[in-house]
């Protein structure tokens, strides 16, 4: 597969750079030769073979499983160095992405665009000292842990693993690391598969700002009936399941529609009216409706199965690193936040309360002030009035015009002032009104303080240093793509199928003996009870000897089981 170049070159260069900024002394555990260090990374590496779970299950062990490879048996202290000291290089991260790379080029060869199937493997880390924390999913609880992020390539193959806090979320990690996949990877990614949590309209947009293609499940989709969307298209039958039928869809309201970049595809059973899922993403102008459930289905073997298969055959749950720094407790601080954005909508209702009392007083003033100048003005009408019918009275003139004009005057002093009562009255009640919802805001507001300022965003928590987990999490990916390449190659076809804890029981932990002779090295396993399991071993060390393999000294090795 071209590991061992790739993984040697890595940890060269690495350790090159590192020597040049801190000296040769500081990495005496890291020999320079390529034996000594593949001594040491092959006691990491086959550790879940051995039944063992970290380093210090050396201390312990009596098995002779690596003394054969290399004539002794590596106990606790020098590999819990070696890895302490492998950890220095900072070199995880480059070593998985180199990996992923020639895992690619060994299982898809042809340089075809991939299907990559993406999802989290969450593993809890048990502690009773202030720490990220996460939903556990298996568990069922919000523990601390880490995060682990699995590629699957087309046909189920692992492309590798990345660690991240517990507190990561794929929007925030999952498009750049594809973006620089693609490169690494020097070939097109077709399209990433990946459960509910890529289902948000976050992640729909990053993925649009790059460009790439996914296929996911919108949350809670059983909340969204057929008129909230405007199917585009016929309905068609599932691949594979004549019983559903699918069809594209957007959303049925123009400005949601036009806000939201994801598109999305309803399935239904047939004969019936509204969908039973939801799924959304960017589609390829290529992918058709009813492959979409087809390619999503294929999470199940090609994604989920692989890391049930890696956490019970390469120990994926076990943790290593537990050095730590203090950090702000981003989950507080993300508590405060919230918690601040709900101060800040109480403050905004109870300014707009303020300012539309000072409006209302405001307007009151206003509308008194007007009233009292043009009751002046009615007033000083109604005396000139008055007196001029008094002159009339006196002159002997016709004072009917006079009369109806004094009439009027005080039929629109009455009408104004009742249109000023009115007016008041209402004015009076909408500042009741307001200064009614201000006491109840209030005491909303000093409650919702009490609660910010009870958030503890002070005191720091511990934040695990993950580079040691990283360098384990390359080798039982490592692992997993070993033993997937035994069973496509080599294995019997009734074999094809183990999974790698399955095949650690049946095979890899067979108890046998090792000739190891100046020009080949051979081994001859005990025979098995079963007819069957006997049978499927001949064939497979009868393919294994027809592929001619030699050890790492150039010895040729050939495999046998010995008759009942």
Sequence with gaps: MGIRQTLEDCVTAAQVAYVTENGPRSLRHIPHEAESLWSKVDHLLYLP??????????????GDGLRVLYGFTYKYLTLEHFLGQFTRLQVGTQLANALAHRYAQAWYPDQTSLYLFADWHIKPHWTKESSHAGHVTMWGRTLPGTKQLILNGTNGEILGGWNYAIDAHLTHVLVDLEVALSQTLQREIYCTIIDGEGGGQPLGERYAQAGLFYISVLPRHHDHTLADFAVEGTWQTVVDDPDREAVFARWADAKKAAQDPRQFMLLRRVGQTEPTRVYTGRFRPQTMAFMVPWLHRRRWPNNERRICDLINGANLNANYGYTYKHVPNRTRQRQWNEAQAQVEVTERKVSQQQEAIRNLRQQLAQLQQKHAQECTQRMKRIVQQRADLGRRQQSGKPTTRCRSRLTRLRQEQEEATHRFLKRKRMLW????????????????????????????????????????????????VLLGNLHDWVTQHYFAPQWKTLSLDKATQMIYRKSGRVTWYPNQIEIILDAYAYRDQQQAMKATCRRFNEANLRWRDGRSLRISVADP
């Design 429 to 476: 009640q909408r500042l009741a009104q307001h200064m009614a919802c201000l006491p109840p805001l209030h005491c909303q507001l000093a409650q919702r303080k009490m609660a910010r300022d009870a958030i503890d965003t002070e005191t720091l928590c511990r934040e695990r240093h993950l580079e040691k987990d990283q360098v384990m999490l390359n080798f039982q």
């Design 49 to 62: 073979v051995l039944g063992l779970t970290r380093p210090r299950d050396l201390y312990y062990d009596q």
